[in-house]
């Protein structure tokens, strides 16, 4: 009998990547495409009818029978109805993904949103393995975060999780959601890059900012602590209301390790009171993450 597999991809406004996982989250095949959304979101959503059927063709050869499909996409995603409510690296809106791809591809199929089903692998698969109520906080070019409640992704509709929007500042930076002084205007990796240049009069990355604030520069700790009191305000907000027992915290800020984790530690646990106690962890899987929580999807799908 041949081995079942389960067909992912995890779609970003450049590149997607796709491939096969079986049993056990095995990766068997793993690649890259571009998106094309330079095309128009027609030609994406042939794209990923093309890829789907060409990763359907590459199992069969290999012996393996493809179960389901699970693809994750960023922007307002409602898993329920399988809809794409609005997805402006892609141009999608109030489209039925999920009809079309199960119509041209004669297989079941899941759609998620991308950080949603990278909180959900590391809930069952990464840092967050045993949890049951976890919050997974991604820190990169913006900020979006996934509810894990009672060991299941809270959607909320497609709403659910867009903590990089929580207002902090009323006259802070401009926002991309049309607000101002939003979390990831303060501490996501361009936040606090852009925050330090335009401080500096230089350019940086938050990698050069990390490194600044390793070797003691008083600017960059600065900038890095104010990235780290928004967080520790927003946390304690989540804390207050879902009360987690775990903190994991991905993204491309949070490869600074121990230099975001300890002083983010300490601030939570100094402004904590009555709130549920909380370990606040780095995220395990990586830039895997979504292509295996779409796995996850696919295969209940």
Known sequence: MAGSCVVALDVG????????????ARVITERLYDTGREDGPAAVTERLVGVVRQ????????????SGA?????????????????????GWRDFPL????????????????????GGLAESVLGAGR?????????????????????GRPFSGGGYGGEIG?????????PCGCGSRGCLETVASASAVGRRYSERSGGPAT?????????????????????AVDALTT???????????????????????????????????????????PVRIVRAELGDRAGLLGAALLGRDA
């Open 130 to 150: 045993g949890e049951r109520d976890l919050l997974f906080l991604a820190l990169g070019t913006g900020i979006a975060g996934a509810m894990i409640m009672d």
């Open 234 to 276: 927003a946390l304690l907000t989540y804390m207050t209301i879902c009360a987690p027992t775990q903190i994991v915290i991905g993204g491309g800020l949070a490869q600074s390790g121990e230099t975001l984790l300890a002083p983010l530690r300490a601030a939570v646990t100094e402004r904590a009171t009555y709130h549920r």
């Open 206 to 226: 938050a990698r050069d900012v990390a490194e600044r604030v390793e070797a003691g520069e008083p600017l960059a700790r600065q900038v890095w602590q104010e």
């Open 55 to 66: 990763l359907v063709d590459g199992a069969r050869e290999r012996g393996l029978r493809p």
């Open 70 to 90: 699970g693809v994750v996409i960023p922007g307002i995603i409602d898993e329920g109805t399988g809809v794409v409510r609005s997805s402006a690296n892609i």
């Open 98 to 117: 999920r009809r079309h791809l199960a119509q041209h591809t004669e297989l079941p199929v899941a759609i998620g949103h991308d950080v949603r089903a």
């Open 165 to 173: 929007h929580m207002p902090l500042e009323s006259d802070g930076h």
């Open 13 to 24: 406004g450049t590149r997607m990547k796709a491939g096969l996982v079986g049993e056990g």
